[in-house]
Each structure stands twice: as C-alpha cells, then as structure tokens.
C-alpha cells in the first residue's frame, strides 16, 4: 500500500517561513505528479503548487513568488518551501501523488493526512 507522510507544519510569525516535506513509501515504481494543496477552516480545499515528474511546476496566483515546489531525485519526496507566510496562509496542507505504479497496482491518486500550519499576525 503506498502511503504520504507529510511533515514540517507547526506556527510561525507573518513574514517567517517553513518548508514542508511529503515522503511517499510502498514499492513505488514512478509518480507522475506531486501536489499541495490546502483548506482552510470553513472553505473548500485548493490547490498550492504542482510538479510533474519532468519537474514542470504549477502554482496558486496567491502563492507566486512565494512558495517554491521541489522533489527529490527518486521523485517520491516533495517539499514546498514557503516564504514571505501570510495569515491567510494559515490551513492543513495536504500532499496529493497522482498517477502512482507501484509493485502491486496502480493508483489514480493519494493523499497524505495534512500537516497544519498556523501563520500569526
């Protein structure tokens, strides 16, 4: 079973900055895509940031400039490294794989639990 397990959420000051991390596990061959997305509390979950196995990025017009998407050079880790925080930042993130082959099946997508990150003003 392929799992994501997010981590590096916690509280911060506006301005400061945090990098999350999403580290995938379960006899994976290859993930297409990697993804952040968020929710704050009382709206719908949205999309941060995006990286294809071919490293091509997508980001959220509020996050631009701001937050930068990474993976490893296996490609089962992603990280966002967020800077400049601002309070409306302040949600659970959640990492998305898509497209997953592992030794057993394939997976259309998996998310990971969310980690919460809090930014005061």
């Known amino acids: 079973q392929v799992t994501l397990v997010e981590s590096g959420g916690g509280l911060v000051q506006a301005g400061g900055s945090l990098r999350l991390s999403c580290a995938a596990s379960?006899?994976?061959?290859?993930?297409?895509?990697m993804g952040w997305y968020r929710q704050a509390p009382g709206k719908e979950r949205e999309l941060v940031a995006q990286?294809?196995?071919?490293?091509?990025?997508n980001y959220a017009d509020s996050v631009k400039g701001r937050f930068t998407i990474s993976r490893d050079y296996a490609k089962t880790t992603a990280y966002l490294q967020m800077n400049s925080l601002e309070p409306e930042d302040t949600a659970v993130y959640y990492c998305?794989?898509?497209?997953?082959?592992?030794?057993?099946?394939?997976?259309?997508?998996?998310w990971g639990q969310g980690t919460l990150v809090t930014v005061s003003s």
């Open positions: 998305r794989a898509g497209d997953v082959v592992a030794v057993l099946r394939k997976y259309l997508e998996v």
């Open positions: 379960g006899n994976i061959f290859s993930i297409n895509t």
């Open positions: 990286i294809t196995s071919d490293s091509i990025t």
